[in-house]
């Protein structure tokens, strides 16, 4: 590893450690940051912290000379995996082969087919809600919600959606105070249950909506895909794909509540509900941040980065930043235009499933706006204690 010289931010971003930290507000550190230390030097774990829009586009960018491989989280610093516990923590060729092997899976056309069912289900749930009651939208809408349409794409009985919702939280560091030994055991049931209905499914046409159905025919170099990899994708379809749809409608709902003139925007002008989703999906952010390592010695902002130092991206600070969304960066707006968020992620990794996750949170908007006319806060929102996920615990409002 290269010699530089590294800034003192340590006592500046060590509350970027602590887990209690997420539970709060982070919002002024991150402002602190972009203002002060742009590109930070954290000492007491050993990795940069980077809280610009632009700064985090040129490591997502640069897979060369960022790589994944070696931990997309700080909790990774040092460690060695035998094979990637996810294809986030793959790099090109290897993540362009698996990205290629996946993507039918995620098609437009399957979109299409799915959004019937999407929306069918949206309306379910939203039937249920009385107006002028409060209720708890993270329980009632938001965490059923996103499981309800991935059991549906892995093709497994609805019914299963309570051991799916344990399983996603065992899988998120935070999310939960169960003990470390308990989330292994969740995921090795994870693991085997999913394992077995895509083994079901080889040799089957791919038809319907069905995910599975693609991961479990598909093959490579004349090869199907190991148990390891299926496992790889099957983990991240559950986990990644139901928190994070989870987090930004329960988050977003919340600041529309907060925010009534918003809410009354979109009433009256549907028009709005397009850019609303965007603006949703950066107010939220539900991936805080994910890490990179540099491969060689380079440069960011001015600051030179020696290879092999860590760099975290803090995707939730880029996209409050003034610089990328001007002085209403701190507002929420669901007219924002342009919204370059980078909620996805941005380059090589960006993600898989946000064309369903757009679909899923433009089906519950409208069948919300469909059926209610105002919406505010019912008391105070409870976020979790997780350095990876914006997880929103509680989320209680009054729609009529």
Known sequence: ?????????????????????????????????????????????????????????????????????????????????????????????????????????????????????????????????????????????????????????????????????????????????????????????????????????????????????????????????????????LGQLLIAGNETTRNTVSGGIYALAENPEQWQRLVDDRSLVEPAIEEMLRWTTPVIAFMRTATRDTVIRGQDIAAGDPVLMLYASANRDEDEFGPTADRFDVGRTPNHHVAFGFGAHFCLGAALARLEIRALLDALLDRFGSLEPAGPAERTRSAIIAGVKHAPVTFS
């Open 1 to 233: 590893m290269t010699t530089i010289e590294r800034p003192d931010n340590g006592e500046l971003t060590a509350p970027l450690d602590d887990d209690a930290f997420y539970a709060g507000d982070p919002f002024a550190l991150y402002a602190q940051l972009r203002r002060e230390a742009p590109v930070a030097w954290n000492s007491a774990k050993g990795y940069w912290v980077l809280t610009k829009h632009a700064d985090v586009l040129k490591v997502s960018k640069e897979p060369e000379t960022f790589c994944s491989g070696r931990g997309i989280l700080t909790m990774e610093i040092g460690f060695e995996y035998a094979s990637p516990p996810t294809m986030m923590h793959t790099d090109p060729p290897a993540h362009a082969r698996y990205r290629k092997l996946v993507q039918p899976g995620f098609g437009p056309s399957r979109m299409r087919a799915l959004e019937a069912r999407v929306r069918e289900r949206a309306r379910e749930l939203v039937a249920k809600i009385e107006p002028g009651t409060p209720i708890d939208f993270v329980p009632a809408v938001a965490v059923p919600f996103p499981l309800f349409i991935i059991a549906e794409l892995l093709g497994v009985p609805e019914a299963d959606w309570e051991r799916f919702y344990r399983w996603s939280e065992a899988g998120i560091p935070g999310e939960k105070d169960w003990p470390p030994e308990e989330n292994l055991v969740l995921l090795g049931e994870m693991n085997a249950y999913l394992l077995a209905a895509t083994k079901a499914r080889r040799g089957e046409p791919d038809v319907g909506i069905e995910i599975v159905s693609v991961l479990a025919n598909v093959e490579s170099d004349g090869e199907q895909l190991s148990d390891d990899e299926l496992a790889m994708f």
